[in-house]
Nanobody
Framework: VQLQASGGGVVQAGGSLKLSCTAS????????VGWFRQDPGKEREFVAA????????RYADAVKGRFTISRDNGRLEVYLQMNNLRPEDTAVYSC???????????????????WGQGTLVTVSS
């Protein structure tokens, strides 16, 4: 499966953005999909993930209550709705897909098989 993230941009603190992760090839509906972010000079950080059936979602503590992950398997897309953005949310956001059976492993980047090119989110104060 190939992935492409889009929807990044520049937004003021308190604003919102919706990222999309579009898949092609493979059996997209079988994969868990996660969002990760990385700011230059920092380590990659787990943001959110969703199971293949949308039955399980996981969020990093830093984004709980502000970000919502969802997916539409018919459209081969996963979304990340980001509200009440903060300057510390500034990063390159990437999506990834993996055949992960246990949701407790969603935050481990090593569990993901395919990665998409990231999209830059910049939050100004």
């Amino acid at each position: 499966v190939q992935l492409q993230a889009s929807g990044g941009g520049v937004v003021q603190a308190g604003g919102s953005l919706k990222l999309s992760c579009t898949a092609s090839g493979g059996t997209f509906g079988a994969y868990a999909v996660g969002w990760f972010r990385q700011d230059p000079g920092k380590e990659r950080e787990f943001v959110a993930a969703i199971s293949w059936s949308s039955g399980v979602m996981r969020y990093a503590d830093a984004v709980k209550g502000r970000f919502t992950i969802s997916r539409d398997n018919g459209r081969l897309e996963v979304y990340l709705q980001m509200n009440n953005l903060r300057p510390e949310d500034t990063a390159v956001y990437s999506c990834a897909a993996g055949l992960i059976s246990q949701s407790k492993r969603y935050s481990d980047a090593n569990e993901y098989l395919a990665w998409g090119q990231g999209t830059l989110v910049t939050v100004s104060s």
